[in-house]
């Protein structure tokens, strides 16, 4: 989420329209980004410490926990 919201920073767009932008690319099966703005992902990536990868998109396993949930 840092690497999109800063990079939507850097583009001077909101988040949701960064978001509408890369769906609308890949529902049409393009790609949302220049060679540049890949250079400028792969480089905020580098900064946030980002090493996750399309691959591992489906190893990702959302917990469901709440803050007031504590042991009896």
Do not use: C, W
Request: hydrophobic share 40%; net charge negative; glycine share 10%.
């Amino acid at each position: 989420m840092k690497v999109l919201k800063a990079l939507a920073e850097h583009q001077d767009i909101s988040l949701g329209d960064l978001i509408e932008g890369i769906v609308l690319h890949a529902f049409e099966g393009q790609t949302p980004f220049s060679p540049g703005t890949l250079e400028t992902i792969g480089q905020l990536k580098r900064i946030y410490g980002l090493e996750l990868g399309a691959a591992d998109s489906h190893r990702l396993v959302e917990t469901t926990e709440k803050a007031n949930d504590e042991p009896s």
